[in-house]
């Protein structure tokens, strides 16, 4: 039977997020509760977390890093809530739940998982688990790419909520042998393929002592807005990009 498309359908984003370590990934969840990380020059570039818009945005998220400690005190407040995902099984559990509970359904409005980095070897450490033998390297291989693409796209489509994928970044070189910026996922093929999945992937990266959003290809950083919404580099904030994308206040 065919799906109609809907107006709710369309009435979200999904976005990848690439960039080095400790660029602020993780702190891009307290922009979707409304704050904004505001820098004093004359403290020598010190800045803080303000709370500079009211919102009734709820995220939950999914923490495959080991590592909240960015948002810390929205942990301990109520804030923050979700899952820390120590395995596969964990990631397919949390995924039955948001897609088949009203009740997450009504209570998250985001799904923030960070990072892919991490779930591409927990994949892949499952795998090795099923194919240890190294006659079956192929094969392995290809029930890694199924796994990967079948996580993605399954949270990807989860449209009644807003979803938020993060990831290391790496350098690689394409049949040319030419540098570029890809996501720091294992196998060459699902790498490749991955800012395919997304209407928005966006590069965050640090310009002049700030951080950016680079939402459109600049040198060898990976970005795209489909949306055709966004200037070719935002500030990093995700409630804000949103509601450009979708017309929003």
């Given at each position: 039977?065919?799906?109609?498309?809907?107006?709710?359908?369309?009435?979200?984003?999904?976005?990848?997020?690439?960039?080095?370590?400790?660029?602020?990934?993780?702190?891009?969840?307290?922009?979707?509760?409304?704050?904004?990380?505001?820098?004093?020059?004359?403290?020598?570039?010190?800045?803080?977390?303000?709370?500079?818009?009211?919102?009734?945005?709820?995220?939950?998220?999914?923490?495959?890093?080991?590592?909240?400690?960015?948002?810390?005190?929205?942990?301990?407040?109520?804030?923050?809530?979700?899952?820390?995902?120590?395995?596969?099984?964990?990631?397919?559990?949390?995924?039955?739940?948001?897609?088949?509970?009203?009740?997450?359904?009504?209570?998250?409005?985001?799904?923030?998982?960070?990072?892919?980095?991490?779930?591409?070897?927990?994949?892949?450490?499952?795998?090795?688990?099923?194919?240890?033998?190294?006659?079956?390297?192929?094969?392995?291989?290809?029930?890694?790419?199924?796994?990967?693409?079948?996580?993605?796209?399954?949270?990807?489509?989860?449209?009644?909520?807003?979803?938020?994928?993060?990831?290391?970044?790496?350098?690689?070189?394409?049949?040319?042998?030419?540098?570029?910026?890809?996501?720091?996922?294992?196998?060459?093929?699902?790498?490749?393929?991955?800012?395919?999945?997304?209407?928005?992937?966006?590069?965050?990266?640090?310009?002049?002592?700030?951080?950016?959003?680079?939402?459109?290809?600049?040198?060898?950083?990976?970005?795209?807005?489909?949306?055709g919404k966004l200037n070719p580099i935002e500030a990093p904030n995700l409630l804000t990009i949103k509601n450009k994308i979708l017309g929003g206040n």
């Amino acid at each position: 039977m065919l799906k109609p498309i809907t107006p709710e359908g369309v009435n979200r984003i999904c976005c990848l997020v690439i960039s080095k370590y400790g660029i602020g990934k993780t702190s891009l969840i307290k922009t979707i509760l409304g704050q904004e990380y505001v820098i004093a020059p004359e403290a020598g570039m010190a800045g803080q977390w303000l709370q500079m818009v009211d919102t009734n945005e709820k995220v939950c998220v999914l923490s495959a890093e080991s590592g909240l400690l960015a948002v810390r005190d929205l942990v301990l407040d109520g804030s923050v809530e979700g899952y820390e995902i120590s395995s596969i099984e964990e990631f397919n559990e949390a995924y039955d739940n948001l897609s088949t509970s009203h009740e997450m359904m009504d209570r998250y409005d985001w799904i923030f998982i960070d990072s892919l980095t991490e779930i591409s070897s927990r994949c892949d450490e499952k795998m090795k688990e099923q194919f240890p033998d190294q006659e079956k390297a192929f094969r392995r291989w290809d029930e890694y790419t199924a796994l990967m693409k079948s996580l993605v796209k399954g949270f990807r489509d989860l449209t009644q909520y807003n979803v938020v994928f993060t990831c290391l970044e790496t350098v690689d070189k394409d049949q040319n042998n030419r540098r570029y910026i890809a996501p720091a996922v294992k196998g060459k093929g699902i790498k490749e393929e991955l800012p395919s999945y997304f209407d928005e992937v966006l590069y965050m990266a640090i310009d002049q002592n700030y951080r950016v959003i680079y939402t459109q290809p600049y040198m060898d950083y990976p970005a795209k807005d489909r949306s055709g919404k966004l200037n070719p580099i935002e500030a990093p904030n995700l409630l804000t990009i949103k509601n450009k994308i979708l017309g929003g206040n």
